[in-house]
């Protein structure tokens, strides 16, 4: 019986475990789930379904245009004999069916610039997903920097929680003095305090992440993604990477065939669009037909005004493109300097944690056999989480910057494939 208790036991464990199971998210996955997910992503899609619609009304042809008139003789004198007022003798009835055609390629050029602003809108969507990715991932930086925070802190509370044990015996077989109890037992509740304030930042930083990738699942951060994506090794290949293939210049040369087909547009547009049909008209009871055609005179209007706009426009998407690449240029370089001084600062840490754990654990193995005070032990252990929080934070900053290197290069749109 207390067997089957037992199996029943370990059975609900399990089934507990696997009920509350967390879903663990490197870099790369956080991104392909925002892409997937994210609440504002997709809202900004349907601008390419919208961008697409356009194409279609862009190829409808004009519809036919039906005209109808109806005129009667206004003067009963003037009936023919033994007739009324609706009768086909003194009406006159004028049916004509025609066609506006447009002329100097206005359908093609429509077109045209339809599928341009189609171009236009997914590249500026893909724009909109490198800021997303960016976002993504210095939250997922952040989320990973609280996780070690609280790691580091649980640790030291651990060192402290079992010295404070240590000593209670030590104070009660008099080795130590209460005051020594009393400074463990006080770093040690600063501990605590620590802790639940780190959980709550983690907590925080979790539920930003979460809203980002849009998804309510439990998840945590895979603490051994060591951003193994691999980099151009110089500063040209990174700016030259970027020109090429960064979204917002793409977007900018993009606006700039937009341009380009709207004067052609424009210009289609300055010709009269002509319309042409056919006449059925009965008068009197006699019926005609014939043809007619109507056609504006472009005296006035020659749609001089859209044509210079568009000439402007496209001046204006030129400087903008050489606005956008001058930026790239910059922030290439910028991202570029501070990654590598990001990493140099990081290699610096190598030895220090090693020498600071060791210390620590020298320090308390002489305090607990009378070689030093507690003091020298409280220092080395403050030392020690120091040590720590330094090293983690210019790991934070190491992976911020590599963060900002992708986005700045356009990379970070390929990790999220």
């Known amino acids: 019986m207390q067997k089957q208790y037992f199996l029943l036991f370990v059975l609900l464990t399990v089934t507990s475990v696997n009920g509350i199971s967390q879903t663990s998210y490197n870099l790369q996955k956080s991104l392909q789930t925002a892409r997937k997910n994210n609440l504002v992503l997709k809202g900004q899609y349907y601008d390419i379904d919208i961008a697409q619609s356009d194409i279609v009304t862009a190829k409808l042809r004009p519809n036919l245009v039906l005209g109808f008139n109806y005129i009667s003789i206004a003067g009963e004198k003037n009936y023919a004999p033994n007739t009324g007022f609706l009768n086909s003798a003194n009406t006159q009835t004028n049916l004509q069916l025609g066609k506006v055609f447009q002329l100097a390629g206005t359908r093609k050029n429509k077109i045209d610039f339809a599928s341009q602003n189609s171009v236009l809108t997914q590249k500026n969507y893909n724009e909109i997903e490198r800021n997303l990715f960016q976002d993504v991932g210095l939250k997922w930086v952040d989320v990973w920097a609280a996780q070690k925070q609280l790691e580091i802190i649980k640790k030291a509370s651990s060192n402290l929680d079992s010295l404070v044990i240590i000593n209670k015996v030590r104070l009660k077989n008099q080795v130590i003095t ?158 570029f300097n501070a990654y590598q001084t990001q990493k140099s600062n990081l290699e610096n840490f190598g030895g220090l944690l090693t020498r600071s754990e060791n210390i620590l654990k020298s320090v308390k193995y002489s305090y607990l ?30 992976r911020r910057s590599y963060i900002t290197l992708l986005y700045t290069s356009g990379l970070i749109n390929q990790i999220a494939q």
């Open 369 to 398: 056999r009378g070689g030093t005070t507690i003091i020298d032990f409280l220092e080395a252990q403050r030392s020690w989480l120091d040590i720590q929080q330094q090293y983690y934070d210019s790991m934070q900053e190491y």
């Open 178 to 335: 209460e005051t020594d109890l009393n400074r463990t037992t006080l770093l040690a509740n600063q501990y605590a305090l620590e802790i639940k304030k780190a959980e709550q930042n983690l907590k925080n930083e979790l539920l930003s992440l979460k809203y980002l990738l849009g998804t309510n699942d439990e998840m945590n951060i895979d603490s051994s993604d060591d951003f193994a994506f691999v980099l151009p090794s110089n500063l040209e290949i990174f700016l030259q990477e970027a020109l090429d293939k960064r979204t917002d210049v793409l977007a900018s040369k993009s606006i700039l065939d937009v341009a380009n087909t709207n004067i052609n547009l424009q210009k289609s547009l300055a010709y009269p669009q002509p319309e042409l049909g056919l006449i059925y008209n009965p008068q009197n009871t006699i019926p005609y037909v014939g043809l007619y055609g109507t056609i504006e005179l472009p005296f006035f209007s020659r749609n001089q005004g859209e044509i210079k706009k568009s000439t402007y426009l496209k001046q204006q998407a030129e400087q903008n493109l050489e606005a956008t690449q001058g930026l790239i240029r910059t922030e290439i370089t910028n991202a």
